[in-house]
Every structure is written in structure tokens, then in C-alpha cells.
């Protein structure tokens, strides 16, 4: 994963710890779609689902069809 990729990720874990989860979700997505691997869609999508919880957005959790 490029560097602004992982960037993206270490932005987004702080705002999640902060309780930025909006914030967070954003960094998420655009590292998402960065992402090369199966492996770092997968994890990324199980971010932006834990901030989707957190801003009680039950209908977004569920992920996309893992066609990843």
C-alpha cells in the first residue's frame, strides 16, 4: 500500500480513538479506494463499518457484496 494510503489509515485510526467517526469514515473510504489487496479492502471496509455503528447508521454496516 503507497504511503498517503497508509497515511489515510494512521489519520483515521486517530479520529476513530477521538471519537471523530464522520472524519474517520472519510479517510477510510478514500484509502479504500487505494486499496490493491483483498486483504486491505476487506479491513478497511471492517473500519468504515465499526464507524457506521458508531454513527448509528445500522443500514450501512453490512458490507457490499464481497466482490472485493
Given at each position: 500500500m503507497a504511503a498517503s494510503s497508509l497515511n489515510k489509515i494512521e489519520r483515521a485510526?486517530?479520529?476513530?480513538?477521538?471519537?471523530q467517526h464522520e472524519e474517520a469514515l472519510g479517510f477510510y473510504t478514500e484509502a479504500l479506494a487505494m486499496a490493491k489487496t483483498?486483504?486491505?479492502?476487506?479491513?478497511?471496509?471492517s473500519n468504515?463499518?465499526?464507524?457506521?455503528?458508531?454513527?448509528h447508521d445500522f443500514?450501512?454496516?453490512?458490507?457490499?457484496?464481497l466482490s472485493i
Open positions: 485510526h486517530q479520529m476513530y480513538r477521538d471519537g483483498k486483504a486491505q479492502k476487506i479491513a478497511l471496509h468504515r463499518a465499526a464507524c457506521f455503528l458508531k454513527l443500514k450501512k454496516v453490512r458490507f457490499p457484496s
